[in-house]
């Protein structure tokens, strides 16, 4: 599963937020390997006025594998308030 890209709105209470898990490579080369290595990502931005707020991360975390970052972004989705505060 070299390619994720899961994307939700979530509302909490009042506020709107994106939910984003992607796949990515690695930027960096500083090992072998490291430009075919993929790692998975979920970022969480509030939503203000139907813009998202790309500037301003509220939550960001990495996995080393796509389960690992599928079961977060599923998590998040069900409880919200226990990954970032509102």
């Known amino acids: 599963m070299r390619d994720l890209e899961l994307k939700n709105i979530l509302k909490v209470d009042d506020k709107e937020f994106l939910v984003s898990t992607i796949s990515m490579h690695v930027r960096h080369s500083f090992f072998d390997g490291d430009n075919q290595k993929i790692v998975y990502e979920t970022m969480v931005f ?3 006025d139907d813009e998202v707020q790309y500037h301003k991360t509220i939550f960001n975390e990495r ?3 796509p389960d690992e970052a599928i079961a977060e972004h599923g998590a998040i989705l069900k409880n919200p308030k226990a990954f970032f505060i509102v």
């Open 63 to 65: 996995y080393n594998m």
């Open 46 to 48: 509030e939503i203000i």
